[in-house]
């Protein structure tokens, strides 16, 4: 076969090829033309989708920023002189009620987001400082069972606090024992390991907070709990020199 007669046989074959595709395209036109009017619908509700999010993240943003702003307002006991234009609160648990309802706003308005989510959490921990234990328990147990770990670890613990408070160890126990089996960037076990062995000291067993802070020390004595564990376990007499005394 000589280069000629090849040649045409390879025309040929893409002409076919493209006549094919021709065919194909004309008998499926109606659906080729909705499948890509569907994709450009599709495309122009993500642009929107991102932009309207984008937005609500800002405006989450900033009234998060507010809540939070409330929330760090100094304290000034009655007589005490304040600079004018400076705003104070008479006590803790009334700044944690104003900023609560600042942060719940925030989560109710803007779940979606993550200062929305952070703001409920914010949401669980100033109920408690409110003494608004039942709405404090709810709040704290709908971040824990959220999809950020480091937010439902923190919840975890503040969830623990909580039991603690009101005189439920055996939740608190439970609770802490949990975080120790899962363990996250923003609760490390040691963390939860020092508080559950502070919770029996408190409850009068130091021998199982003597076992904990053992297993703390061995596994990993170099790290802050580890040795805040080492030094529960031999703390320094009193008058004695700190271990950086020369």
Same mark, same amino acid.
Do not use: C
């Given at each position: 076969?000589?280069?000629?007669?090849?040649? !045409? $046989?390879?025309?040929?074959?893409?002409?076919?090829? !493209?006549?094919h595709g021709?065919?194909?395209?004309? @008998?499926?036109?109606?659906?080729l033309?909705?499948?890509?009017?569907?994709?450009?619908?599709?495309?122009?509700?993500?642009?929107?989708?991102?932009?309207?999010?984008?937005?609500? /993240?800002?405006?989450?943003?900033?009234?998060?920023?507010?809540a939070?702003?409330?929330?760090? #307002?100094?304290?000034? +006991?009655p007589?005490?002189?304040?600079?004018p234009?400076?705003? #104070?609160?008479?006590?803790?648990?009334?700044?944690?009620?104003?900023?609560?309802?600042?942060? &719940?706003?925030?989560?109710?308005?803007?779940?979606?987001? /993550?200062?929305?989510?952070?703001?409920?959490?914010? !949401?669980? &921990?100033t109920?408690?400082?409110?003494?608004?234990n039942?709405?404090?328990?709810?709040?704290?147990? @709908?971040?824990? /069972?959220?999809?950020?770990?480091?937010?439902?670890?923190? !919840?975890?613990?503040? &969830?623990?606090? &909580?039991?603690? @408070?009101?005189?439920?160890?055996?939740?608190? +126990?439970?609770?802490?024992?949990?975080?120790?089996?899962?363990?996250?960037?923003?609760?490390?076990?040691?963390?939860?390991?020092?508080?559950?062995?502070g $919770?029996?000291?408190?409850?009068?067993?130091?021998?199982?907070?003597?076992?904990?802070?053992? @297993?703390?020390?061995?596994?990993?004595?170099?790290?802050?709990?580890?040795?805040?564990?080492?030094q529960? $376990?031999?703390?320094?007499?009193?008058?004695?020199?700190?271990?950086?005394?020369?």
């Amino acid at each position: 076969m000589d280069q000629q007669t090849r040649q !045409a $046989l390879k025309h040929d074959e893409l002409a076919d090829t !493209a006549q094919h595709g021709l065919e194909w395209a004309n @008998q499926n036109r109606r659906s080729l033309f909705v499948w890509g009017a569907v994709a450009a619908v599709v495309l122009i509700l993500f642009v929107i989708g991102a932009v309207v999010f984008n937005q609500r /993240s800002r405006q989450a943003d900033v009234a998060f920023g507010a809540a939070m702003q409330a929330y760090q #307002t100094p304290l000034a +006991i009655p007589g005490q002189q304040v600079p004018p234009g400076i705003k #104070t609160f008479p006590s803790s648990a009334e700044r944690a009620k104003a900023a609560n309802q600042l942060f &719940l706003k925030v989560a109710d308005d803007y779940g979606i987001t /993550s200062s929305g989510k952070l703001a409920r959490y914010f !949401a669980g &921990l100033t109920s408690i400082e409110a003494g608004q234990n039942s709405q404090a328990e709810s709040t704290l147990k @709908q971040v824990s /069972s959220g999809w950020n770990s480091d937010l439902a670890s923190l !919840a975890r613990l503040a &969830l623990a606090q &909580l039991y603690r @408070q009101t005189n439920r160890d055996a939740q608190a +126990i439970e609770v802490y024992n949990d975080i120790i089996a899962h363990p996250s960037t923003s609760v490390p076990a040691g963390t939860a390991q020092l508080q559950l062995a502070g $919770l029996y000291e408190a409850e009068n067993k130091p021998e199982m907070a003597k076992k904990i802070y053992a @297993q703390l020390k061995d596994k990993d004595g170099k790290s802050p709990a580890g040795m805040i564990a080492a030094q529960k $376990l031999n703390p320094t007499p009193a008058g004695a020199p700190g271990p950086m005394a020369q």
